[in-house]
């Protein structure tokens, strides 16, 4: 079966520091997202990528934040300079043009920010 | 704004049933969506109302009430492996936006 695909599964950083997290969506989906979920915390939205550009944000997504399709396969969250806060668990998730309302989930990345 | 109200823990013993509530408000309403999340591992999708009524998915059932902006997950002959946090989510406008309840964490004792 199909599945979304992250990397790094955990991802530790410096404060300040860049970091880019992958993820390889569903072959045949259009809509990407990103989520996030803090430790023991419930999962927030960030972004949602249709077309080749942002659909919708929610206020969490500042702009430290970029989203990029770079080819036909990856999609990436970029957090330009990181804060203590951002140590989450992130998700990204597609779907197909069909299922709106069933979107599939990746492992996800431990971002761990020291 | 969004916001969904579900209980924080539930605890049932093997072979039994559990219902989870999810209450919510929104400015808008197109879904009411269930996820399955396991300690550490991705939510999980199991369930979608967009009309009032019930939905059968084997052993899982989930329910909506527009009118009481009201909705539950039914789980039926509970399994050792159903131990999970559950979370009701709602598409709130036309785009693409879930916003997750807090989640319920589900206990199934032997």
């Known amino acids: 079966e199909p599945e979304v695909t992250q990397t790094p599964s955990h991802q530790v950083t410096q404060m300040g520091q860049e970091v880019i997290l992958r993820c390889v969506p569903i072959?045949?989906?259009?809509?990407f997202y990103w989520y996030r979920q803090i430790l023991g915390q419930k999962v927030e939205f960030l972004v949602s990528?249709?077309?080749?550009?942002?659909?919708?944000k929610s206020e969490i997504f500042d702009d430290q934040f970029s989203v990029e399709r770079p080819d036909g396969s990856n999609f990436t969250l970029k957090i330009r300079s990181t804060k203590l806060e951002d140590s989450a668990m992130y998700f990204c998730?597609?779907?197909?043009?069909?299922?709106?309302?069933?979107?599939?989930f990746g492992p996800g990345t431990r971002l761990t920010v020291l | 704004g969004q916001s969904l109200e579900q209980p924080s823990e539930v605890t049932a013993v093997e072979g039994a049933i559990v219902q989870i509530n999810c209450t919510y408000q929104?400015?808008?309403?197109?879904?009411l969506s269930w996820y399955q999340q396991h300690d550490g591992g991705a939510p999980t999708f199991l369930s979608y109302?967009?009309?009032?009524g019930l939905e059968e998915t084997g052993r899982f059932s989930s329910f909506l009430s527009r009118s009481d902006s009201y909705g539950y997950l039914l789980l039926q002959e509970l399994q050792m492996k159903d131990s999970a946090s559950y979370f009701c989510?709602?598409?709130?406008?036309?785009?693409?936006?879930?916003?997750f309840g807090g989640g319920t964490r589900l206990m199934v004792k032997p």
């Open positions: 109302n967009a009309l009032d």
């Open positions: 989510a709602v598409r709130g406008n036309a785009g693409n936006m879930l916003t």
């Open positions: 998730a597609s779907r197909d043009v069909a299922s709106t309302d069933t979107q599939y």
């Open positions: 929104t400015s808008g309403f197109y879904g």
């Open positions: 072959s045949n989906h259009l809509y």
């Open positions: 990528f249709y077309n080749n550009e942002i659909s919708e």
